[in-house]
């Protein structure tokens, strides 16, 4: 018997699957600093905590395909407070980000079509595309102009009658970079234009630095039945394993399908809808502090790693990621290295290679993906063990 082809081709995630070799050094007594992965070390607030100890029902039971009113409004009320006027007939809860995106590449494109992102990408893109056997047709940025998006021509030049949408990430996973008015300005022409929907992955919106602040597609009035935004309480509110998020959206025909998808699969967990609520009801000065800490660490680990000779990046703007490259052929092969073969004092770092970060084949062989999620003393000595070992490296193989 033969599995399917999308079983067959789907992408193993870059993110998780050098994890079985750091699981090795850590049975041999390494200590590993995991900047690999988006897991903030931040603590999960205690009105969740609260939430889920008083949590107090007969039976656990079947709650709405849309998601409980309560909660839906409490999304509603916290983009007032950024002057969207949503409703909860804008807000559909799902089971985290990951499955708004994979409702939001199937409600926007049959089988076969296409959906423009700019890469390098959220990986898990490419996981969902294969489940809604959608193509994602990537349009290639630089680190080296701090991955800006090109020209609306540029943009255009991807397009085919099977486009259906483009994506934004903003702040971006994996690169940090936060579009510019400019920018969101120019690829909404571009969706007028061209008859197409804008899918606008907003999780990161609370963490912009250096004094800026983050714009949503919601705010745009002449794409309201274009816009489609993907949201989370994952890193938001550091609930990563609540898998609680939603699709936002104004189009009453998109909310109308999607809540035939949300049917399908029943309900998003009830549990975990109670400590989202709680987490939405707390004030918004909850993010001040944290945002800071994620700009302290995003400073330390820049001017850590900026002396290195032949790496190239630039500052992130918002979320708690970082690409570089780095003067190696091959990252993966680095990261495993380092893994496998070296310590520094029973210590060692895993970062994430970023090829899997990139549908354009060979591209992003020679960068990684670094997250500040550690501690400034934790990452200060990651980025120690991390220059040694590159240094390790680049004596035992040359570019």
Excluded at 355 to 371: L, M, N, P
Aim: charged share 25%.
């Amino acid at each position: 018997m033969n599995i399917s082809k999308r079983g067959l081709e789907i992408q193993e995630s870059p993110i998780r699957k050098l994890k079985p070799f750091a699981d090795k050094a850590q049975e041999r007594g390494i200590h590993v600093f995991f900047i690999n992965i988006g897991q903030p070390d931040i603590p999960t607030p205690q009105p969740v905590w609260e939430a889920l100890k008083n949590y107090d029902e007969d039976v656990l039971s079947y709650g709405p395909a849309q998601g409980f009113l309560e909660l839906r409004q409490a999304i509603a009320d916290y983009f007032v407070a950024y002057s969207i006027p949503l409703t909860p007939e804008n807000v559909i809860i799902t089971i985290g980000g990951s499955e708004a995106i994979h409702f939001s590449f199937c409600v926007v494109a049959d089988p076969g079509g296409e959906i423009i992102i700019p890469e390098p990408f959220y990986t898990n893109y490419n996981g969902y595309a294969s489940f809604a056997n959608v193509k994602i047709v990537p349009l290639t940025l630089s680190v080296e102009d701090g991955f800006r998006l090109p020209p609306a021509e540029e943009i255009e030049a991807k397009i085919t009658p099977k486009t259906r949408a483009i994506l934004l990430c903003s702040p971006n996973n994996p690169t940090g970079t936060v579009y510019t008015p400019e920018e969101l300005e120019r690829v909404i022409s571009v969706v007028e234009k061209h008859d197409l929907f804008l899918i606008a992955d907003e999780v990161y919106k609370e963490f912009v630095y250096d004094g800026a602040s983050h714009k949503s597609i919601l705010e745009y009035d002449e794409i309201k039945d274009r816009a489609i935004v993907v949201d989370s309480i994952s890193k938001r509110f550091s609930c990563c394993g609540a898998r609680i998020g939603a699709v936002i959206t104004w189009n009453k025909d998109i909310f109308q399908s999607i809540l035939k998808f949300a049917q399908a699969r029943l309900c998003p967990p009830s549990i975990e809808q109670s400590i989202a609520l709680a987490a939405y009801r707390m004030e918004r000065d909850y993010f001040v502090p944290i945002r800071e800490e994620y700009q302290k660490r995003r400073d330390v680990l820049y001017e850590g790693l900026k002396d290195i000779p032949g790496i190239v990046m630039h500052k992130p703007q918002g979320a708690f990621y970082i690409i570089v490259r780095l003067p190696i052929k091959d990252c993966e092969h680095f990261v495993r290295w380092m893994l496998t073969d070296f310590n520094l004092g029973n210590e060692t770092v895993m970062v994430t290679p970023a090829q899997g970060f990139y549908s354009s084949s060979g591209k992003g062989k020679d960068e990684v993906r670094i997250a500040y999620v550690l501690k400034e003393q934790d990452l200060k000595r990651a980025i120690h063990v991390f220059k040694e070992g590159l240094n390790k490296y680049l004596s035992l193989f040359s570019k």
